[in-house]
């Protein structure tokens, strides 16, 4: 997966990354609901705010202008298409 930033300069973007991993090693099919639950218990105030702007969804443009909806909306579709 090819990001516009560096990933490893926002820890909020590479725990959610994990999160999806974790998702994923478990064999469980993720929601947008379940991803942004887990998130918002992993990452600290400080890793929320500090949240890029996340990649637009193909086919769909901005899903929210919550971060964490719309990185769960971009990381479930990227891991829907195999690309995580």
């Not at 990354?17 to 099919?29: C, N, P, Q, T, W």
């Not at 919550?66 to 909306?73: C, D, E, F, G, M």
């Amino acid at each position: 997966m090819k990001f516009d930033f560096d990933p490893s300069q926002s820890p909020g973007v590479i725990k959610m990354l994990a999160v999806m991993k974790a998702f994923s090693e478990s064999k469980r099919d993720p929601s947008i609901a379940a991803i942004c639950t887990i998130v918002r218990e992993a990452l600290t105030p400080e890793e929320l705010a500090g949240l890029p702007r996340a990649p637009e969804v193909p086919g769909e443009g901005k899903v929210s202008d919550n971060p964490v909806i719309a990185w769960s909306a971009f990381l479930l579709w990227a891991s829907l298409r195999g690309e995580l």
